[in-house]
């Protein structure tokens, strides 16, 4: 006996994937795979520069596809004769053209399944000069591999079903990582660890419309009030409900987990403000370890932006040297100084630098400042070098009665270097959450996934909200079709010829 949809024709379709049951009872959901089929053109044998083009020690050629081993055996001849070439270990020789040998390396050969891309694999390792290298891409060609496109090898590892569409891009952001911890986190992400956040809660969501199908299915088998039965054991309301909200939780933190992710994948956008020499140039050059910036006694020497990357604790930092803040009637010193509040406005955040023995007037205008600013602040008193510690101990008085609720003031000398690291640990502090910090937990760093994972938040939430009230479960049911929609095209197993040329276009060719 079926209940029908007030409004609709016909019973929307349910399409849980429940596949069979773990020891505590709970539905373990089987790979929902997308259909992934290559057309003739990423069939055909693909060969491309894998290392950085230019003159250098090493290079490595690398072919995918059915043609990989002829091509191979065409080019590569190994130095003792062998009636087959093995499987997955380096082999010495020369690389001939015709028969003449131009130069002597390593090649490999990794047999279909078991290679990166899941095709046959060669990776030929010669010397990086580009004659040498150029010499070989031409030989595969004229052998019947074609040039790789951008991101290629790593598109066939994902449509071989070798690794999922999160972790495809984590190839490309580990190779653009610019600190040590963002290539951590992508790291993580290759390895699967959000993948496996991502299931898990894939799994609970499976589990949630594996009851309410059976109550669509089989309504007069329960009380009411009572939950439907899935392997015997009646889930009520309150257990039921009790699922949602671990659903719920687990994805808030994912969602909470954005601001660190993008600063690691992207960088944060740092400026540096304050009045005419409060020491921000000065500042600019001591955290870079460079002179970048202009410095001198007189106000006014920085007229424009000033920009450079650093490393703040792991997160890649854009530092943004302004002009000083000041009225001024020199319209040269005016429209830097209109530049300096518009980069503080698409900021991350701002370090309001001040001159420590400027006095309480010095505090009282910076605040001001600040809350004009539409981005989170950081006060930096600087010339500590020229300050007493009752000196410090005013001032931060005077930050504490102006600003109660800021961030505690970071204390420095720009000259001689006092602070400088408290001052890093205290951005990196502000920017990110402990697990970006950390580098060890499973954070969202791009966009799409964030859109992604709030899609599938929203319709959680709409499926909870429909469960607790008097809505039919065939409803209920659509919202969880709608989340498990959202986690299936995140994570590779719904996607379309448009997503994936996105995503592969901003790789570079060789991977």
Not at 202 to 221: L, M, N, R, S, T
Not at 268 to 284: E, W
Not at 291 to 319: Q, W
Request: net charge negative.
């Amino acid at each position: 006996m079926r209940r029908d949809v007030p409004g609709l024709a016909i019973r929307p379709q349910i399409r849980f994937i429940t596949g069979e049951r773990g020891a505590r009872g709970r539905a373990r959901p089987r790979a929902m795979e997308a259909t992934r089929r290559m057309s003739e053109f990423e069939r055909e044998t693909i060969v491309a520069l894998s290392t950085a083009p230019g003159r250098g020690a090493i290079a490595v050629v690398r072919l995918s596809g059915a043609k990989a081993l002829p091509v191979l055996t065409g080019i590569f001849r190994p130095r003792k004769k062998r009636s087959a070439f093995p499987k997955g270990r380096p082999v010495l020789g020369r690389f001939m053209d015709g028969g003449q040998a131009f130069d002597e390396g390593l090649a490999l050969y990794h047999q279909a399944p078991d290679s990166v891309t899941g095709e046959d694999v060669v990776e030929m390792h010669c010397h990086g000069g580009p004659a040498i290298v150029g010499t070989i891409l031409r030989l595969a060609r004229e052998m019947g591999a074609r040039p790789a496109v951008e991101g290629e090898f790593t598109r066939r590892a994902f449509l071989e079903g070798k690794i999922d569409l999160v972790q495809a891009e984590a190839v490309a952001d580990l190779v653009a990582a610019q600190t040590e911890k963002a290539a951590r986190a992508a790291l993580n992400h290759l390895e699967g660890r959000l993948s496996q956040a991502l299931e898990g809660v894939w799994e609970k969501i499976v589990e949630a419309g594996a009851h309410i199908e059976a109550a669509i299915d089989f309504p007069d088998e329960f009380e009411p009030g009572a939950g439907p039965t899935v392997s015997g054991a009646p889930m009520g309301s309150a257990e039921l409900a009790g699922l949602f909200a671990e659903i719920e939780e687990a994805l808030e933190r994912l969602i909470e987990s954005y601001r660190s992710g993008r600063i690691l994948r992207e960088g944060a956008r740092v400026a540096i403000l304050g009045r005419p020499n409060a020491g921000k140039s000065t500042l600019l050059n001591a955290l870079l370890g460079a002179d970048r910036a202009i410095t001198s006694e007189i106000p006014g020497t920085t007229r424009d932006t000033v920009e450079e990357v650093c490393d703040f604790g792991g997160a890649p930092v854009r530092l943004i040297d302004t002009a000083g803040l000041r009225d001024t009637g020199d319209p040269v010193e005016l429209e830097g100084t209109e530049r300096a509040r518009k980069a503080a406005g698409e900021a991350d955040l701002s370090l309001m630098v001040l001159d420590i023995t400027a006095g309480d007037s010095e505090v009282a205008w910076a605040v001001r400042e600040a809350r004009a600013l539409d981005c989170e602040n950081l006060f930096v008193f600087n010339k500590m070098d020229k300050a007493t510690l009752q000196t410090q101990e005013r001032a931060r008085a005077a930050l504490r009665e102006s600003a109660p609720d800021a961030q505690e003031a970071v204390f420095i000398s720009a000259l001689t270097g006092e602070g400088l690291p408290k001052l890093r640990g205290e951005v990196a502090r502000v920017l990110m959450d402990e697990g970006g910090l950390s580098g060890t937990e499973s954070v969202l760093t791009r966009e799409r996934h964030h859109g992604q994972i709030a899609k599938c938040l929203e319709a959680v939430r709409s499926a909870r909200a429909g469960a607790e009230g008097d809505i039919s479960p065939e409803l209920v049911a659509v919202h969880l079709n709608e989340a498990q929609a959202a986690l299936a095209e995140l994570l590779g197993r719904d996607y379309g010829k448009a997503l994936l040329d996105k995503i592969f276009s901003t790789f570079c060719i060789g991977k």
